[in-house]
C-alpha cells in the first residue's frame, strides 16, 4: 500500500475509535438537558409519538416563542428538555386525564458516571452503608457525603434519601426504567433524585475536585457537578495512559462565566500549557495532544457560578510510544477537594494511592501559562536538573543582609559617640571672655548621616539655635 492510503487508514481508525466513544452515551448532564438525539417517542417499545415542536403553539414550549433553535427546538418532534426538567420529554397528542405531554425514556441518554435507576425493596437495601435524609438534598450533596465516607457509590431515592455503598451486587432487585427515578431532588427541582422504592445510583467520582485516570476512555467533570462549581476552586486531575501516542479531548459540555474562570490543558512532564478555555473562549473542536501524561487544571474566582464542563477523553495506542514516565499511577483515585486554595496558582499537590505502597507526586510551583521559572525542588521535566543558580541567589541576599545588620550596628555606634562629651568643658569666666566674633558650632543629625556646618546667630532672642544656651 502506498503512503496515501495508510494515512487515510489512520484517520479512518482515529475517527472511528472517537465516534464509537461518542455514541456511548448521547448526555452528559443529569437531567437530559443537552440531548439532541432522534428520538421522537416517550419510550422505543409501546411510546406515544411525540407532536413536531413547529405546530405546538398552543403549548408554551414552540419554534414561534424559541425561533433560534433554543433548548434543541426545531422543525422536528425529538425529544428535549428547553424547561431544564428532571429529564427531556415531549408533547404528546394523547390528551388523557388531561395529560399533554410526557417524559421520554431514552436508553442512550445516560451521564457517564449515571449508574442508571433500579429496585429497592429495603430488605436489604441496595445500598447498605451509611444512609441520610435532607429536605436540602442534590445529587452532589449526597456524592460529596459518600465520598468523603470514602464510598464508591452514592444512591437517591424519593427527592430526600442519601444511602451509601460499595456493594458489588446493587442491580440484585432488579433495574428500573429511568422514568422511574423522576422525583425531583428537594434541593434542586431541575435534578432526578430516584422515586418510591426505586434508587438512582451514581459513582462517587462525579464532581471530585482533582483525581488520577489511567483508563483508555473516560469522562471528568468539573468540581461539584452537576450542580454549580464553587468559588475559590483550584483543580488538577491527571490523565496517564501508558503507551498511548495521542490523547484525543473533546468538551461535550461547556458552561464557565466569565474569563478567569478558566481550564486548561498541560504536558504532564513539562508542565506546558497546550490549551486554555474560558467563558469568551470556549472548546469549539476536540485537542489532541501527543503525550501520554496530561494535566487537566480548572481554576475558578470568588464571585460567579455557573454549572462547569464535562470532557471526554480517548487515549490512541501506536507507534513512537513515549517510554514509561517515572510517575506512575495505577487505578484511579478520587482526591479530596482543595476548594480552600487561594490565587495565586502555586502549590504542591500530592496524590497518593492508598492500595499501592508507590506514590504518585506532583509539584506545580507557578501559574500554568506563564513561564516557568526554576526554584529549589521544582519539577522541570524528565532528565532536567534545576541550576545552582539559584542557590548563590540565596548566598548573595544572605550576605547583603549581614552587611545591612553590620551597617545599622556601626550606625549607632556613632551616634552614641557624637552624643558623648568629647569636647573640653568651657569655665564660665572663660565663656564670658569670648570675643563677640566667635561663632558657635551645630550639630544635627539625621537617621542617615550626620552634618556639621557653622550658622550665623542673629542678636533676636527668637533666632537662637535650641543648641546653644543663652
Same mark, same amino acid.
Given at each position: ?402 552587611? +545591612? ?5 556601626? *550606625? %549607632?555606634?556613632? #551616634?552614641?559617640?557624637?552624643? &558623648? @562629651? ?26 542617615? +548621616? ?5 550658622? *550665623? %546667630?542673629?542678636? #533676636?532672642?527668637?533666632?537662637? &539655635? @535650641?543648641?546653644?544656651?543663652?
Amino acid at each position: 500500500m502506498d503512503s496515501l492510503t495508510i494515512a487515510t487508514l489512520l484517520v479512518a481508525g482515529v475517527l472511528s475509535a472517537t465516534s464509537a466513544a461518542q455514541l456511548e452515551t448521547e448526555c452528559y448532564t443529569a437531567n437530559g438537558k443537552d440531548y439532541r438525539g432522534c428520538q421522537n417517542q416517550t419510550c422505543l417499545l409501546g411510546g406515544k409519538p411525540c407532536l413536531f415542536w413547529n405546530e405546538t403553539f398552543q403549548h408554551p414550549y414552540n419554534t414561534l416563542k424559541y425561533p433560534n433553535g433554543e433548548g434543541g427546538l426545531g422543525s422536528h418532534n425529538y425529544c428535549r428538555n428547553p424547561d431544564g426538567d428532571v429529564r427531556p420529554w415531549c408533547y404528546i397528542t394523547d390528551h388523557d386525564d388531561g395529560i399533554y405531554w410526557k417524559y421520554c425514556d431514552i436508553p442512550t441518554c445516560q451521564m457517564p458516571g449515571n449508574m442508571g435507576c433500579f429496585k429497592d425493596s429495603g430488605d436489604p437495601p441496595t445500598l447498605t452503608g451509611s444512609s441520610e435524609t435532607s429536605n436540602k438534598l442534590t445529587i452532589q450533596n449526597c456524592i460529596s457525603l459518600c465520598r468523603k465516607q470514602r464510598y464508591k457509590l452514592a444512591g437517591m431515592e424519593s427527592g430526600y434519601a442519601c444511602f451509601c455503598g460499595n456493594d458489588p451486587d446493587y442491580r440484585r432487585h432488579g433495574e428500573a426504567a429511568s422514568t422511574e427515578c423522576n422525583h425531583v431532588c428537594f434541593g434542586d427541582h431541575t435534578q432526578p433524585c430516584g422515586g418510591d422504592g426505586r434508587v438512582i445510583i451514581f459513582d462517587t467520582r462525579v464532581g471530585a475536585c482533582g483525581g488520577n485516570y489511567t483508563q483508555t476512555s473516560a469522562v471528568v467533570y468539573s468540581p461539584d457537578f452537576p450542580d454549580s462549581y464553587g468559588t475559590g476552586r483550584v483543580c488538577y486531575w491527571t490523565i496517564q495512559v501508558t503507551g498511548a501516542s495521542v490523547i484525543i479531548f473533546n468538551f461535550t459540555f461547556f458552561d464557565i462565566v466569565d474569563q478567569t474562570d478558566m481550564v486548561e490543558l498541560l504536558d504532564g512532564y513539562t508542565n506546558r500549557v497546550v490549551a486554555r478555555f474560558d467563558g469568551r473562549n470556549p472548546p469549539r473542536d476536540t485537542i489532541n495532544v501527543t503525550v501520554d501524561f496530561v494535566i487537566l487544571y480548572f481554576f475558578s474566582d470568588r464571585t460567579n457560578q455557573a454549572q462547569g464542563f464535562a470532557v471526554h477523553y480517548q487515549a490512541l495506542k501506536g507507534p513512537g510510544d513515549r517510554p514509561e514516565g517515572d510517575v506512575v499511577g495505577e487505578e484511579e483515585e478520587e482526591e479530596e477537594d482543595t476548594s480552600t486554595v487561594e490565587p495565586p496558582y502555586e502549590g504542591v499537590t500530592e496524590k497518593s494511592n492508598d492500595s499501592h505502597s508507590s506514590q504518585i507526586l506532583y509539584v506545580i510551583t507557578s501559574s500554568p501559562g506563564k513561564p516557568d521559572h526554576n526554584m529549589p525542588g521544582q519539577w522541570t521535566g524528565r532528565s532536567r536538573t534545576c541550576t545552582p543558580s539559584t542557590m548563590w541567589t540565596i548566598y548573595a541576599l544572605a550576605a547583603l543582609l549581614t552587611l +545591612t545588620v553590620i551597617a545599622m550596628v556601626a *550606625k %549607632l555606634l556613632l #551616634h552614641i559617640t557624637v552624643k &558623648s @562629651p568629647t569636647i573640653p568643658t568651657v569655665s564660665g569666666s572663660e565663656s564670658c571672655n569670648q570675643s563677640p566674633a566667635s561663632e558657635p558650632w551645630i550639630i544635627f543629625y539625621r537617621p542617615s +548621616t550626620i552634618s556639621f556646618f557653622k550658622k *550665623k %546667630l542673629k542678636n #533676636h532672642h527668637g533666632d537662637l &539655635s @535650641p543648641l546653644v544656651g543663652n
